[in-house]
């Protein structure tokens, strides 16, 4: 076959070297551009939660003796698992919980270190492509992610029956209404305008462009300066969070991440 790639290439007049290499370096630096690789302030606990994007690589790095659990989103359903090697991995799936919180877990394990292959998981609502390498160390519990896109048309749909028909501070006592927030950082057009809170649950306002693009994760830094990803909806232009914290920061991007840090004065009301 080699010998035949190489008359065909002679016959049109290309150099063996272009015959045998055409395409390969474009694709080769196409997936490194489109491989996401684990984070430290990616990681929940022992989980490294990813933000999906379609058509991106995720890296999962696994060890021999220990199970890498990659989660898929609550209510998805798995239609097919391919992996490139299977000789040399164990692939299976199970699951969690039951109804809309039901999840499926596709686990992996290689059989020794040094492997790496690729994996493929479909299900009805996306497809998912990972690569795996097992290395002698330690491996990643496990894998999972954000659907900032999902998860802002969701919102929507929850808010809009209600956004429309009372402020949101509606019923808030002004007195005791906290605006001793500072907002730093980075400057995208969906930079929030101002953080208050009333003792009890947080708002977050952002200026009308949030609705034209993806809306940022927040997370709350810790004591430890560890992120943790938090629960919040969002009702009009303003993000409510029930409960206070110190520090907190909105995050967007995956090469180049926008950071937007909201931190709280203790005792300070404007």
Request: proline share 4%; aromatic share 8%.
């Amino acid at each position: 076959m080699r010998l035949i790639s190489l008359s065909i290439a002679a016959a049109i007049g290309l150099p063996a070297a272009h015959a045998q290499d055409s395409g390969l370096g474009t694709v080769a630096s196409a997936n490194r551009a489109a491989t996401q690789a684990p984070a430290a302030q990616g990681f929940v606990n022992a989980t490294q939660v990813y933000a999906f994007a379609e058509g991106m690589i995720f890296q999962a790095h696994t060890a021999p003796g220990t199970i890498t659990d990659i989660t898929l989103q609550p209510g998805e359903t798995l239609i097919a698992v391919a992996a490139g090697d299977t000789a040399r991995w164990v692939i299976g799936d199970t699951s969690s919980g039951s109804g809309d919180t039901k999840r499926t877990h596709v686990l992996v394990k290689p059989f020794a270190a040094g492997l790496i292959t690729n994996l493929v998981i479909t299900t009805d609502r996306r497809a998912y492509h990972l690569r795996l390498t097992s290395n002698a160390r330690t491996g990643i519990a496990a894998v999972r992610w954000t659907y900032p896109r999902d998860e802002l048309l969701a919102l929507k749909a929850r808010a809009e029956a209600t956004r429309l028909a009372a402020p949101v501070a509606e019923g808030l006592s002004i007195e005791r209404l906290n605006f001793g927030y500072t907002i730093t950082g980075d400057k995208p057009a969906w930079r929030p305008l101002r953080a208050f809170d009333e003792g009890r649950q947080t708002f977050i306002e952002f200026p009308e462009s949030l609705g034209q693009g993806e809306a940022p994760p927040l997370f709350v830094i810790g004591a430890e300066g560890k992120a943790e990803l938090v629960n919040y909806r969002l009702a009009g232009r303003f993000y409510v969070v029930d409960r206070l914290f110190d520090l907190a920061e909105l995050r967007l991007g995956l090469k180049k991440q926008q950071v937007v840090r909201i931190a709280r004065a203790h005792g300070k009301r404007t």
